[in-house]
DNA sequence: TATCCATGTCAACAACTGTTCACACTATTT
DNA sequence: AAATAGTGTGAACAGTTGTTGACATGGATA
């Protein structure tokens, strides 16, 4: 007993304590709480371990921020590639891509409502980063869209405009159902039946559009 | 010099203390800063008061919540107001909406903010407070279009879903020409243009929608 | 003129915040 | 077996936070 060596019962988490904060992170946010509302210390206290340990594995708070929007957008990109996939005519199409948008958002809830309620929060650099990310889904969509034989001939222009008018209403029926899909399974059928009636009322018009009257 | 008088210098800012904290408090959550990250202490600092005097008009901070809330809806309800007095064609009316929509951005800039930002923030008081008024707001203009005269016939559920689309088709618009209008003005009437496609592309679907197909 | 109420101030509290530094342990590589 | 890089600990710092209670002021009312 010559030297102090005291206990530290460290508990050993081998590599992934990062990804243990991030996930942390993320269903704290889940709640009633905002990004920078949330503080390093009670994030640290929830994970387990000491305030000073945080900083082993991001240079700050802003890191993690960061690492959040990456995290939440792995999600949200793997419906893009479903959808993709999917070969159906534009009716099926639009009740597949909703089916899928929904098993998504139950598979990853604290993901979607973080890139929900950060897209115009308080930090400048997670709203900066989930803007990005979005607009690389839009353009990707337009691309998308290019491919559908009745879209052929539309000039980007009005590509990218169907495409963000799509991606606000599907972003917007995520969130309302995300709101509501945690304590009423009826009404998230309802809310997914209205989301595919909005899809398809869009889709109604496109066939009637021209490019500059 | 019996009794130790101090010099207060209190500003006597008569009644209208609660309102500067009202105004003050949007102006903060304008830049970088959520509803749970504002302090009541930075408040009242900017506002010039010592904190405790904040007790004085408000009970908590969820109070102030609601009072912004209140404050940031009472100008999107005159946009309403503008369009239903407004008797043009579906056409010229798109083109109408979306100036009308602009022109309030620039006028209170903070107050669209606020909702776009707390709609899925941090406080459950505040973000239940501003869907409850969405939801409001979304009636009455399912009960306008109830009006037109090509939507006679149609039921309420249709007409409240697409209600729902162009709100949310506004409002996504609202929240982009917010961020950009600050600094980029042509980039504003880029998006403004937008708004009026995405508006018009919806309105070109509506008289081939059948309900229940 | 006297009183009263709305609004402000000041001092103090315990609790919490981000960040620093030097140190301890351990698994893997040398 | 020795060295190393990765990860966790503990104490300490100067600031900030929400909330309390008792007190001061001044304009409107009685």
Redesign the pocket.
């Known amino acids: 007993m010559s030297?102090?060596?005291?206990?530290?019962?460290?508990?050993?988490?081998?590599?992934d304590?990062r990804q243990i904060l991030v996930d942390t992170a993320l269903t704290m946010l889940d709640g009633d709480k905002s990004f920078d509302g949330l503080?390093?210390?009670?994030l640290t206290?929830e994970v387990g371990?000491?305030?000073?340990?945080?900083?082993?594995?991001f240079p700050?708070?802003d890191a993690l921020g960061l690492a959040l929007v990456d995290e939440a957008f792995r999600s949200l990109r793997k419906i893009l590639e479903d959808v993709r996939q999917d070969t159906r005519s534009a009716d099926r199409l639009v009740a597949s891509v909703v089916k899928s948008l929904v098993r998504h958002i139950r598979a990853h809830r604290a993901g979607f409502a973080f890139i929900a309620s950060e897209r115009f929060g308080g930090s400048a650099v997670v709203r900066n980063a989930i803007r990005r990310e979005l607009r690389l889904v839009q353009t990707e969509l337009a691309v998308d869209l290019a491919r559908l034989p009745y879209l052929k001939e539309w000039n980007t222009t009005d590509l990218h405009m169907i495409a963000s008018l799509i991606l606000n209403a599907m972003v917007a029926s995520a969130i309302d159902i995300l709101d509501v899909s945690a304590r009423d399974r009826e009404g998230e059928t309802a809310l997914m039946k209205r989301a595919e009636q909005h899809l398809r009322l869009i889709l109604l018009g496109v066939p009637h559009w021209q490019s500059e009257r």
Chains 1, 2 share one sequence.
């Open positions: 030297t102090r060596t005291s206990k530290p019962r460290r508990l050993s988490r081998r590599g304590t503080s390093l210390r009670e206290r371990i000491v305030p000073t340990g945080f900083y082993r594995h700050d708070m």
